[in-house]
């Protein structure tokens, strides 16, 4: 399947609203775009197919049904082979660009040695990128165009959903390849929920989220191998009422992940994903009569 290709972005992300927002849950899929701007495909080694493997791809598609629990979905349309969000705003690759990075930029992070900053230098399966060095205005120019517009509008749908319901759970939605899970740590897993090890959201929510999904037959770890990256970390704050998890779904549940088309399975996964959220829903506003969630 070959991805959408443009001259430029109109629009570079989009929030699915409900008619009215009734729940304190706000949904994000920062890494499934699959819109590749024509000069950022000219300027690869690589063809479309392979940039793709980078992309949590239809992870949007499934959980499109989200407004229908009354919360919103955020979604990103460009590719996170072309920048990633749930990094830092500057992590950034010095050997990557012509022209000097701004005295700010983290240039020596983990995720930055690995090739997987900001604007990555590979795509999932180690393949690199690009042909030649990028202008360093281009990086800046994205972070600027794409990044910034991006999370400030994830900040204020997050503060308007605490101001609104007294708290917000932000659910950062996620796809993990098969080949990351079941091999040689011996972890096997449909779903792997990131919680920062406990310090991104209330140990209330985890417990029934995993509860869900494994009442629908699915295996479910936790923050292994994936506890979650800057989103849950840096919109994580349980003290302040407001919570993040990141969920990464296997790949092999709902598509062939060498041609990239969904299997006849993917519906049932949606709708699963569906009822085990609105069992979530349902299940937290009985315990917040109880136990207020901003105080786990």
Known sequence: ????????????????????????????????????????????????????????????????????????????????????????PYELDSRMFDGRLPSFANTRSMRVAGGLGTIPRIVADGQEIYHSRLPVEEA??????????????????VRRTAQVFGHAILIDCHSMPSSSVGRDDGIKADIVLGDRYGTSCSTLLVDLVEAALRGRGYTVVRNKPYAGGFITEHYGEPALGRHALQIELNRALYMDERSMQKKPAFPVLADDLIEAFAQVIADIEGELVTRPIAAE
């Open 1 to 88: 399947m070959r991805p959408a290709i443009v001259d430029e972005f109109d629009p570079p992300f989009t929030v699915s609203e409900p008619e009215t927002q009734t729940i304190p849950f706000v949904f994000n899929v920062p890494h499934a775009g699959a819109v590749y701007p024509a000069s950022f495909l000219a300027g690869s080694r690589l063809d479309a197919i392979a940039l793709r493997r980078s992309e949590d791809a239809f992870v949007d598609e499934l959980f499109a049904a989200v407004r229908s629990l009354g919360a919103p979905l955020m979604t990103a349309h460009f590719p996170r082979a072309y920048l990633d969000l749930n990094r830092e």
């Open 140 to 157: 800046l120019h994205r972070i600027e165009w794409l990044y910034k517009p991006y999370h400030r509008t994830l900040r204020q749908l």
